[in-house]
């Protein structure tokens, strides 16, 4: 069975920084990428970003700039350096990783909230 265990998010005032982080745990052979989506109340589950095993990553254009997308491969582990956050940066952060022979899994998800 795959595991995968979200942590970072809370609460952070508007311009503030928070970084989250996914780490996957089970019988992993290789994962071939892993990325961030997010969804607010009443809204889509959109993609934050994607990076994959060689390190190409993309970003919605919301969040370019601000988001930083990078991975631990060693500890299987993928983070999200959120930067300059705006209060429509609140919602669930889902972690996702496609793991070889094994398919895709999503995370339970991390509520990051932007207030003052």
């Known amino acids: 069975q795959v595991q995968l265990v979200e942590s970072g998010g809370g609460l952070v005032q508007p311009g503030g920084s928070l970084r989250l982080s996914c780490a996957a745990s089970?019988?992993?052979?290789?994962?071939?990428?892993m990325g961030w989506y997010r969804q607010a109340p009443g809204t889509q589950r959109e993609l934050v970003a994607t990076i994959t095993s060689g390190g190409s990553t993309n970003y919605a254009d919301s969040m370019k700039g601000r988001f930083t997308i990078s991975r631990d491969n060693a500890k299987n582990t993928v983070y999200l350096q959120m930067n300059s956050l705006k209060p429509e940066d609140t919602a669930v952060y889902y972690c996702?990783?496609?793991?070889?022979?094994?398919?895709?899994?999503w995370g339970k998800g991390t509520l990051v909230t932007v207030s003052s």
């Open positions: 996702y990783v496609i793991i070889s022979f094994l398919g895709d899994y």
């Open positions: 089970g019988t992993i052979f290789s994962i071939n990428a």
